[in-house]
């Protein structure tokens, strides 16, 4: 059988791989003795990856914005009230009282233009309702006395002119600033925007993300056999990263292959590709050699962390990234919440979430140069570390509430470690609610 043609590019890529193997098999005291950016150093890098360029913005019907970012101003578009309303059910009166009692219905909400009022009359208002001309005051129902016998109306407390009155423009002009560029969207916000006539918000896009999941020996479905493993990170990764606030376009899972791999690279439309696996040096990690072949620029290569040091995070282009994950499972969620997790929040306009530390309850080891990643349960004001914490090991995960970050001295039994909660258990806008501490 006659072998298939090889590419340009396919021949490039295998060319660039060829190359960085040959340098990896440089004598180890070439290299430092210790590779990695810092881990709180990455986390800043990757951050401010997703700060640079011009956020995507859209127009989205109030229904859909939840959780979103504001893209730019809400300003008011209408005064608020738009006209003067009774702040009670009550009696809108004009004048000194005691006040006769106009004859016929009350004043109701929605209801057109009532007639002014003369001076000395009263009339029964409801609450939201518009204000007559020439009131004076709304007498709550409980602080007025109506003798039906005479027809009028008396006051059983002072009345203070404008009382009981929202004046329209009371809470806005046409043309205030209500919020600025850059707020979550909160219920309270879509109630704000529709009171002041909106039908949409314009906010920042979500980001779109593209999953390839790398490797000969996965399978899609049923028992791992015959050297074959499950794919553990394709059904994991795409909820993982809607729930930190993406749009995840597709899942798509591709073989050993450097030019296949390019092609994906290259072609995809999202603002960030995620790969796993394929970042460190093996004969089959090609992510390097193409990330070189495609120009990109290499701002994390290696984190000093365990498990998931060989992740890395390139810029394919401007307001592309794609962002490498170890193979291992537990690494794959490292890298997540290393430099995914803090690059989406800044694509999709959120700040920084604020750190916060929780007392260990049992003893910690660290790694001797590395920040460790640890699965804990939050039980009360304490952290619980969990067993089953090995790089391609998931039960740990799978019960944790969060991760404790362990500094490479490790941590006494009640000595404060940060954590970094996990999207289901602490508050990223999985539900299209943003997280706790955002703002």
């Known amino acids: 059988m006659t072998a298939a043609p090889v590419t340009p590019e396919e021949r490039a890529v295998e060319e660039a791989l060829a190359l960085v193997n040959d340098r990896r098999t440089e004598p180890a005291a070439a290299a430092p003795g210790h590779r990695g950016t810092d881990w709180a150093q990455a986390r800043a890098t990757a951050a401010a990856a997703g700060r640079t360029g011009r956020a995507r913005t859209r127009a989205v019907p109030l229904a859909d914005a939840l959780g979103e970012v504001l893209g730019g101003p809400l300003e008011a578009l209408t005064d608020l009230p738009s006209f ?74 002072e009345v203070v002119p404008g009382q009981d009155i929202r004046p329209r423009g009371q809470e806005c002009r ?12 909160t219920p309270a916000v879509l109630g704000l925007a529709a009171a002041a006539g909106y039908d949409e918000l314009v906010t920042v896009a979500r980001p779109r993300v593209e999953v390839l999941v790398l490797g000969d020996e996965l399978l899609a479905a049923g028992r791992p056999r015959d050297g074959l493993i499950r794919d553990a990170l394709g059904p994991m990764l795409g909820p993982w990263l809607r729930a930190l606030g993406a749009e995840v376009t597709g899942t798509r899972r591709l073989g050993d292959d450097a030019g296949a791999l390019y092609r994906a690279v290259t072609d995809s439309p999202a603002d960030l590709v995620v790969t796993t696996g394929g970042t ?55 890298g997540l919440l290393t430099l995914a997790e803090p690059l989406l929040r800044a694509l999709a ?13 049992d003893a910690v080891p660290g790694h001797p140069h590395d920040t460790r990643l640890v699965p804990v349960v939050l039980d009360g004001e304490r952290a619980v570390p ?7 090991m998931l039960r740990g995960i799978a019960a944790a509430d969060a991760l404790a970050v362990v500094p490479p001295d490790g941590a006494e039994a009640g000595r404060e470690l940060e954590v970094l909660d996990l999207p289901w258990a602490g508050g990223y806008p999985s539900a299209g609610l943003p997280g706790r501490d955002d703002r």
Do not use: C
């Open 280 to 334: 460190a040096s093996g004969p089959v990690d090609h992510v390097h050699p193409v990330l070189r072949r495609a120009g990109a620029e290499l701002l994390v290569d290696g984190v000093s962390v365990r498990p998931g040091h060989p992740m890395l995070l390139a810029r394919l282009g401007p307001g592309k990234h794609l962002v490498g994950l170890p193979g291992n499972p537990l690494a794959a969620v490292s």
């Open 174 to 185: 046409s043309g205030d600033l209500l919020l600025a560029a850059g707020t979550p969207v």
């Open 84 to 157: 003067d309303t009774s702040a009670m059910d009550g009696w809108a009166v004009a004048g000194p009282g005691p006040w006769r009692v106009r004859e016929g219905g009350g004043v109701l909400a929605g209801a057109a233009r009532p007639e002014p009022l003369a001076d000395g009359e009263a009339v029964r208002i409801a609450t939201g309702a518009r204000i007559p001309g020439d009131t004076t005051a709304v007498i709550r129902s409980e602080h007025a006395r109506h003798d039906a016998a005479t027809g009028q109306l008396h006051a059983e407390r």
């Open 386 to 392: 969990l067993r089953f914490h090995g790089p391609a």
């Open 349 to 361: 306009g959120h700040g920084a979430r604020e750190a916060y530390a929780v007392p260990v309850r």
